[in-house]
Structures are given as C-alpha cells and as structure tokens.
C-alpha cells in the first residue's frame, strides 16, 4: 500500500525543544567547537562534529543553541513532488513549528544535488526568529539565502529543489546529521569551524570545563609568546599547572 505524507500523524512533532539554561548557552558562547570536541571526548564521545556543515557565506560569530530537527529520506517519486509541499508534512508546516530561538539542523544524508532551502523559507524562519540552519546538504538561492542575514551551515549550492532527490518526512525527531546523532533539545555550537552537537546531559559539563579550558589555553598562548618551549608546558606538567594557578590568582 502506498502511504501518503498526508496520513502520517505528526504526534509529538511540534513539541519544543528541552529548555536549556540561558545562563549556561552565555558561557558556552565563550566556547570554541575545538574545544568542545575536546571536552566531549572526556566522556568518550567521537562524533560531535557534523562533517559538511560549513559557514556559508559568514564567518567569525559563534551561534549556540537547542535543536530543531527535521529528516529528509531517499527521494520517492510518487511522494517527493512540488504538490508535497502544500501537505501537512512538509518543510513549510516544520518552520511554522520551530520556537524561538532555536537552531534548525537538517539531515539531508550529504546529498549535494538538490537544495533544501532556498531564500523564502529561510526569510521565514528569520521572522520566526530562529538562530541558524545546519545541515549536511546543501541550499538553493544563494544570493536570496545570503540577503535573508539567516547564518547557514552547509556543504555549498545546487539549483534543483530538494524533491529532485529527497523526500521531506518529519521533524522534531532524532536524527543524523554529517555523522553526528542529533535529538530534539540537544545543544548546537557552531562557528567557523563547524557544526558540534552536545547531548543535553552533557551541556554543564562541557560548558563549566570547556570555559575553564579557553582560560587555559589563553594563558598558555601567552607563555608561548613570551618564548616558553612547548615540553611541560602544553600540555602542561605539574610545575606549570602551579604556574597556571598563581596566574589566575593573580588576575
């Protein structure tokens, strides 16, 4: 029997992200994505880190924020079709179901041949004030994407619509994105490195010893610039994590 996008029940589609603390996501903020591999790889966590998601077209600003998700599937013909955009399950019905807020992260399986958003949705989810797109495809539109001011993380452009070859089935569900597993409520930092993602449980932990690391690092650059040798002192042996201590101290 062939199943119509139309009889799929969105159930518990349109439920909202899993709050985060706001004071915890202003920290994080100070937080590279570097760091934050670093700090997930602590808890034996490898793939954080969404292969393709890339800055598109801006740089140098760090978005932070609670996942949003939506799944795209092998493209079939007799579903992905421009009449599937006016169903109840479409990428039009999703960004009407994103809070504020959050970041819109995409899995389009890496496939680089069809764009999934081009620039009037992504003026939409503007006005919906959502932070971000990621994804591990790609965008059509790009100079009205660019125009939107939305930031966009992707792996570049193609001009055919996205039911050229996928079909847009659900949000708000977990998923996979550049080889990273993705769930409703999971924290995103993405910057100019890229796109990382941190299970929700995980987020103080990263954040309190992620920040303490950048604090680190920042004196350690220091030290480098003054003409200290990298042995003992990165990573540091127990004489400069005493340094290190009198400094902070210190300041």
Known sequence: MTVSPKTISPMTMTASPVAANPATLDV???????TVTTM??????RHAWMKGAMPFGHGGKRIVGPAFTL???PVRE???TPASWLNPISTRSAIEAMP??????????????????????CMRMVKRKVQALITDGVMRDKHGVLGTGLPVWCQGVAAPASVN????VGWNEPIGCGGAAIFPGDIIVADDDGAVVIPHDLV??????????ELMESWLVQEVEKGEKLPGLYPPNEANKA???????SR
Do not use: P
């Open 40 to 45: 997930l790889l602590k808890k034996g966590i």
């Open 28 to 34: 994080l903020r100070t937080v590279t994505t570097g």
């Open 78 to 80: 007799d579903l992905a």
């Open 71 to 73: 799944r795209f599937v």
């Open 165 to 168: 070859q996928l079909t847009f």
């Open 243 to 249: 340094r290190y201590e009198a400094w902070k101290k």
């Open 100 to 121: 504020e807020g959050c970041i819109c992260v995409a899995d389009a399986m890496g496939v680089t041949g069809a764009g999934i958003f081009g620039d009037i949705l």
């Open 204 to 213: 103080e932990f990263v954040t309190h010893e992620g920040a303490e690391h």
